[in-house]
């Protein structure tokens, strides 16, 4: 499905047509057998030109949430306001492929983040000629991130900034919070680790200050990670039921605090509690002007 970034009609680019391909030439495609096995391999020349033709493409994926592949393709539209054409391709393990005929839409989606669809964030990353979908994983996402009731006087560009780096890599200090628009919370855009522990406090001036994560919607809070939820921790599978029998918890999975991997996990992250981490999301209030004529209240005579 081919889509505009804007209403004007054009002409389509040579990239998008079906017979655009990268030349074949003698010698390109070699096939063979390996332990009677057949095999076909490519020259690193003809791999280069297939690669070449994909440079201006990304990878994409909802974070936590299930899109389908035209409600994608309208949200990107919306969304980027992109200058040329782009094609939606979908993939395995809801992994999507976005491709633009122009550098400048490329970069916009990769740099003007975060991105957030239906209150989640929607990653986007380089596409790669190794990544497979169905095993792949998406272990960075940029996000925004929240300081609640820090001090209007220290809204200092240095000040953010190193306060994003205390949480993560810092990428931009947003506008409201940059001139002052907003002052129940200091927002930050940064780049998180989903497979490391998220941090839930930081402290600024000998006193703990609150992080707060938009757009992750799965964080466990056993360990403050993004690449599970609470239900499908280990611990929370290994809790004991009451009045059932015990069970303890083996050595092959983690105790809270205990490093894993090489990375040490919070200790005052603990089950019910942490949840204040994540922004949350607002009962969606329905349009009662749009509501069929037999809701209306009937009018007294």
């Not at 539209?77 to 993939?91: A, N, Q």
């Not at 931009?172 to 927002?187: L, V």
């Not at 490093?259 to 969606?284: K, L, Q, Y």
């Amino acid at each position: 499905m081919l889509t505009r970034g804007r209403s004007e009609e054009k002409d389509l680019p040579e990239w998008i047509e079906e017979e655009d391909e990268a030349e074949v030439e003698p010698g390109d495609i070699i096939v063979g057998s390996v332990d009677r096995i057949p095999s076909l391999d490519l020259s690193p020349t003809f791999q280069q030109r297939l690669e070449k033709r994909w440079e201006k493409a990304v990878f994409v994926k909802l974070l936590g949430k299930n899109i389908s592949y035209r409600a994608l393709t309208s949200k990107i539209s919306s969304l980027w306001k992109l200058k040329g054409h782009f094609k939606v391709i979908d993939l395995e393990n809801k992994f999507f492929v976005v491709r633009f005929d122009k550098k400048e839409d490329y970069i916009h989606c990769l740099v003007r983040g975060p991105w957030s669809v239906f209150n989640s964030a929607l990653c986007v990353f380089p596409w790669r000629p190794d990544f497979c979908a169905s095993s792949g994983k998406v272990e960075k996402a940029m996000v925004w991130v929240r300081f609640p009731e820090l001090p209007l006087h220290t809204y200092h560009t240095s000040i953010l900034n190193t306060l994003g780096d205390l949480v993560s890599e810092s990428i931009r200090i947003d506008h409201a919070t940059r001139e002052y628009q907003r002052g129940r919370f200091a927002k930050i855009a940064v780049e998180v680790d989903l497979t490391k522990p998220l941090k839930e406090t930081i402290l600024f001036k000998g006193k703990a200050q609150k992080v707060i994560y938009e757009g992750i919607p799965t964080i466990c809070y056993n360990f403050g990670k993004a690449d599970h939820s609470m239900a499908m921790c280990p611990l929370s599978a290994l809790a004991p039921n009451p009045g059932g029998p015990s069970t303890s918890i083996p050595e092959t999975v983690p105790k809270k605090g205990s490093p894993v991997g090489g990375i040490a996990h919070s200790n005052n992250v603990c089950p019910g509690e942490g949840e204040w981490m994540t922004v949350p999301v607002r009962p969606h209030r329905p349009n009662h002007s749009k509501l069929p004529p037999h809701h209306a209240t009937p009018v007294r005579e």
